[in-house]
């Protein structure tokens, strides 16, 4: 996968946004030095978002995730979002990695997102879903996540509008 390099990033903050170790992005990207913006480095282990016909988007606001498959929409799914509206980040991410039950409030099914902290997860409170009560993740009924990790790959796009 290629990362674009965005303002304020170093090769430490994308080796954790990615959860790849800094070794691994020297090795997938010889000769790195000092990172510019716009600047395209390669994520070793994820693969391209363009061979992955799925892509999810996620509506802030409207507290709604929305599946597609090839551009057509498949699913919209109900959510809860950070508390404030810059508490769930706003930007284009990617699927990096999953966990089942991971444990505390996350519910049964945790997908964590490129950007450090960040993730979709289900829920041990469903009547939070629709709500904005999260600290800036993506919560979903267990369920529904259960149903979204069966069929995006790592590397699916999320795209998070206000």
Request: charged share 15%; glycine share 12%.
């Amino acid at each position: 996968m290629i990362h674009v390099v965005k303002p304020g990033e170093t090769l430490s903050s994308i080796s954790a946004d990615y959860r790849v170790s800094l070794n691994s992005l020297h090795a997938a990207n010889p000769g790195i030095g000092h990172l510019h913006v716009g600047q395209r480095i390669r994520i070793p282990g994820l693969p391209e978002p363009s061979t992955i016909p799925y892509t999810i988007q996620v509506s802030v606001n409207k507290r709604r995730l929305s599946l597609f498959h090839n551009g057509r929409l498949m699913r919209i799914f109900p959510i809860a979002v950070g508390k404030m509206l810059t508490r769930t980040p706003p930007g284009e991410f990617v699927i990096v990695n999953r966990q089942i039950n991971p444990g505390g409030p996350y519910g049964v099914m945790w997908l964590t997102l490129s950007k450090h902290g960040y993730g979709i997860h289900g829920t041990n409170d469903p009547g939070s879903i629709g709500k904005a009560v999260s600290h800036g993740c993506i919560r979903m009924y267990n369920r529904d996540v259960l149903q979204l990790a069966e069929i995006v790959p790592n590397g699916t796009q999320v795209i998070i509008k206000p």
